[in-house]
Nanobody, 123 residues
Framework: QVRLVESGGGLVQAGGSLRLSCGVF????????MGWFRQAPGKEREFVAT????????SYADSVKGRFTISRDNAKNTVYLQMNSLKPEDTAVYYC????????????????WGQGTQVTVSS
């Protein structure tokens, strides 16, 4: 059984920064792609960023490109999301997810999910 645990969420003012972490327990982390998604109240879950397994290639949603950076540390079985220049519209619960093979922007292609961490950006 694979378990994902997010941390690092919180309350921050607009323009501020946060770094989210997602620890992966079980499975073979280094051979799996990782993704970050978010869900705001009353909205569907949306793609934020994804990183590949072997080449660590990345892809971002247009809304966060240039502000957010996804990275991974295979030695620590952890994926990160560095969020800079935060905006009120970034407020959401952020989820990490894992899937075998190549990275993907589609949430239904991910096998396991974390419980989520709340990010709130005040104006």
């Amino acid at each position: 059984q694979v378990r994902l645990v997010e941390s690092g969420g919180g309350l921050v003012q607009a323009g501020g920064s946060l770094r989210l972490s997602c620890g992966v327990f079980g499975g073979t982390f280094r051979y799996n792609a990782m993704g970050w998604f978010r869900q705001a109240p009353g909205k569907e879950r949306e793609f934020v960023a994804t990183i590949g397994a072997t080449d660590s290639s990345t892809s971002y949603a247009d809304s966060v490109k240039g502000r957010f950076t996804i990275s991974r540390d295979n030695a620590k079985n952890t994926v990160y999301l560095q969020m800079n220049s935060l905006k009120p519209e970034d407020t959401a619960v952020y989820y990490c997810a894992i899937r075998p093979g190549v990275r993907s922007t589609h949430p239904n292609e991910y096998n396991y999910w974390g419980q989520g961490t709340q990010v709130t950006v005040s104006s």
